[in-house]
């Protein structure tokens, strides 16, 4: 279960990279 | 005297020494093109960024400003095939276009929020009750709270601001019941996951609000559409005045840079784009677009103008007024105010759906609420049941129902040639049963056309055909049309009001007036018989040839009126043209009701009386006159050469010269409101089925999440079914 600690940051991370993108894509006239 | 295009009313400063342009583009249809315009205008040194927008048909330039004048962009379009127009983003449309966006912006921070929490509760639901331990589950539901929380804050701000605005006014909308159950779900969660508790509906509340966020946007993109069709439109039409200046110059341009006060030429075969009084000049004049009358009048100096006003013989001078000025105009400035008042009292089906919809959940809720009370259950417990009845009732397909059949549906009859003007005009054709049409321009063509062509000799008709070419009179133009003709002769010469004449071949040519070309007999007896028509003559040595020249019905018209009838509609011509031209072309498409020489006020005082008899009805003109019945009538078309101030109080505006786009729209709109109402029974099912389960107090995170993505994926579907109504039209 430790494992954990790891991969819950990661994913969050993850998404909110791709919501990242979204905005910046969006920012950029597209 | 030079006349050149004037770009400076279209150009912005983006930066410094930067300039902008927005250019509308005729005939992109593909991802192709796109990439081919924009690296061909990336070549031109100073050209700092070139972007095409394929869904609006736009071209977005920006380049360095001074050595570059902006034609050469139209030009080199032009080499690639395609036509450009300038043209300005009117303020409604950047409101809408900012709107969508900061809807799309919402959505997306909700869709990866509820996303995100899904991966988060699936260990939930499938580790609850056996190897998952309470502390694991706490961490999970916390780390829901973390994301969650601030995402709801941002992006379910819309529904927020849109109840209070409601329960300030003291009335209800569907934002009202939408926002007590995200509010009172998310704050039930974070009490439930603060006491340790098994669940917590946070999932459940992101992903409500990016369904409905999803309802709202295809909402909001379909007006922006619109919007953006019909900016395009006027870009399109490209109307230009012929600025006068002084003496030397004359100036073409844009009809939005003409201010009042500003003197504008009007050359014969053009059509005013402003209203104003003659200064100087004298001509015939064709009010056809404005009082519906075919007839030529006589301008001279003094004569009010209007737009869209055809000059036929000579030159005139106008000085342009501000629009509201001529007693025709504020006439019918009156009466549209009054219609367009009384229209707003219109109630949308999702209106009527919220307003019964809202009180029957929270009542639900607050009965389950005192009845759990009542049987003996805690206070807390019979709250989380109330609130539980809340988050599965929240109207998530109910808010998706409507929009997305609506944007299907707008969709196909924008493939059929018709451009919606107003969200409920879908809902309000659908419900028509009587059609008024206007005769001038709606059930005839707006051009003249030749009508005796069929028994003209074809060298004698492309003979006329070619001459015609070298006159700018809008008669001569039609025989022009009507011939096909391409090339001009050479050598013709123009006598001031009488016609056009030059040598072929060594024999003597004229076309014009009957009297100036002795073919005064031929002519008479073409106006006895139909005295609807202009004649133009054509002498070639010592043969003569008069055309009959006069508007023509739609080719299409007999088809689509008798087709009107099938579907159950009432047909009746309602006109401001003289009784023997209405009678002639009501007889021609068999219609039994007709009214000619009717004023404004009387077309409005007719559509009153219908409504009294409980008809809904149809408009469906174009001139400025029928203006105020089109935003009387409960349902009204324009086609696309209608007048500004028709096109714009129009629910529709049809392209082409066929009248079945009329027809289509109402097929279309039935379908539509048929699918409509199926979705809006298949919410009231799955509330049905799902209230119970909420009452009783089973509902758990999981089966609310399925509950809702299942419902709104039925709703979704349902709606795209309203693309296959274009193949049975």
Redesign the interface.
């Known amino acids: ?1 430790e494992v ?1 600690v790891f991969l ?1 940051p990661l ?2 991370t993850l ?2 990279l ?2 990242v993108a ?2 910046w894509s ?1 920012r950029n ?1 597209q | 005297m030079g006349s050149s295009i004037d770009f400076s009313h279209y150009l912005k400063q983006a930066g410094p020494d930067l300039l902008h342009l927005d250019l509308a583009i005729e005939g992109i249809s593909c991802a192709g093109c796109m990439a081919k315009i924009e690296r061909s205008l990336s070549e031109i040194p100073q050209v700092t960024s070139a ?1 095409v927008n394929l869904t609006d048909r736009r071209l977005a330039l920006e380049w360095k400003a001074g050595v570059v004048d902006p034609s050469l962009f139209v030009d080199r379009l032009a080499e690639l095939g395609y036509k450009a127009y300038p043209f300005e983003i009117a303020g409604a449309e950047a409101v809408e276009v900012e709107r969508s ?1 900061a809807l ?2 919402r959505l ?2 909700a869709a ?1 929020a509820a ?2 929490v899904m ?2 509760s699936v260990p939930v639901w499938s580790g609850n009750g056996s190897d998952m331990l309470p502390e ?1 589950r706490d961490f999970f539901h916390w ?1 829901s709270a973390l ?1 969650v929380l601030p995402a709801a804050a941002y992006s379910a701000q819309p529904f927020f601001s849109s109840a209070y605005a409601a329960l300030r006014a003291r009335g209800v909308n569907m934002d009202v019941p939408i926002s007590v159950g995200i509010a009172l779900a998310l704050g039930m969660s974070l009490f439930e996951t603060a006491s340790h508790a098994d669940h917590a509906y946070f999932d459940a509340a992101i992903m409500l609000i990016a369904f409905l966020l999803a309802g709202r946007y295809l909402d909001q993109n379909m007006r922006r559409r619109t919007r953006a069709f019909a900016g395009n439109l006027a870009a399109l039409k490209a109307e230009t005045a012929t600025k006068y200046v002084n003496e030397d110059e004359i100036r073409t341009v844009p009809v939005a840079a003409i201010r009042p006060g500003d003197i504008v030429l009007l050359r014969p075969g053009e059509r005013s784009a402003v209203d104003g009084n003659v200064i100087s000049g004298r001509s015939e004049i064709d009010q056809s677009l404005i009082t519906g009358e075919t007839l030529p009048h006589i301008a001279v100096a003094g004569s009010a103008i209007y737009a869209g006003t055809l000059v036929r013989s000579g030159a005139l001078r106008v000085r342009v007024s501000a629009a509201s000025e001529g007693t025709l105009l504020s006439e019918i400035q009156r009466l549209l105010e009054n219609a367009v008042q009384s229209r707003s009292r219109y109630l949308r089906l999702a209106e009527r759906t919220s307003r019964l919809y809202a009180p029957v959940v929270h009542v639900t809720a607050l009965l389950t609420m005192i009845g759990w009370l009542v049987a003996g259950a805690t206070v807390h417990d019979s709250i989380i049941t109330a609130i539980a009845v809340l988050i599965i009732t929240c109207p998530c397909a109910l808010g998706l129902a409507i929009p997305a059949v609506q944007t299907v549906a707008s969709g196909a009859l924008f493939s059929s040639g018709v451009l919606l003007n107003t969200g409920d005009a879908i809902e309000r054709l659908a419900e028509v049963d009587y059609v008024l049409f206007d005769k001038t321009g709606t059930l005839t063509l707006p051009e003249l056309d030749v009508a005796n062509a069929a028994s003209v000799s074809p060298e004698i008709f492309e003979m006329a055909g070619r001459l015609a070419l070298s006159s700018r009179h809008p008669v001569a133009a039609a025989v022009a049309r009507a011939a096909r003709a391409k090339a001009p002769l050479s050598g013709i010469e123009e006598e001031p009001g009488q016609g056009v004449f030059g040598e072929v071949d060594g024999v003597k040519v004229r076309l014009g007036r009957p009297s100036w070309c002795g073919a005064e007999e031929a002519a008479r007896a073409i106006m006895a018989s139909d005295p609807e028509a202009s004649v133009v003559a054509l002498r070639h040595g010592d043969t003569c040839q008069v055309f009959a020249v006069r508007q023509r019905l739609r080719p299409d018209a007999t088809n689509i009126i008798a087709a009107l009838g099938r579907m159950g509609l009432a047909v009746e011509v309602i006109s401001g043209d003289r009784e023997p031209a209405v009678r002639a072309a009501a007889r021609a498409l068999g219609i039994t009701q007709w009214r000619a020489e009717v004023t404004p006020v009387d077309k409005i005082a007719r559509i009153d009386e219908l409504s009294r008899q409980g008809r809904k009805v149809l408009m469906v003109g174009d001139g400025l006159n029928d203006a105020p019945a089109l935003a009387a009538a409960h349902a009204s078309i324009s086609p696309v050469t209608a007048t500004h101030v028709s096109q714009a109080v129009a629910d529709a505006v049809f392209l082409g010269d066929q009248l079945a786009p009329v027809a289509t729209a109402v097929r279309i709109s039935r379908t539509a409101l048929r699918l409509m109402r199926q979705n809006l029974w298949l919410a009231v099912f799955y509330n049905v089925l799902a209230v119970p389960v909420a009452i009783a107090g089973l509902v758990t995170p999981l089966i609310a999440a399925a509950a809702m993505s299942g419902s709104s994926l039925l709703v979704m579907l349902n709606a795209l079914r309203a693309r296959q109504i274009r193949r049975h039209v």
């Open positions: 279960m954990l819950v994913a969050i998404g909110a791709g919501l979204f905005l969006l006239g | 972007r966006r799309l912006r997306g921070v990866f996303m995100n991966m988060l694991q780390l994301i």
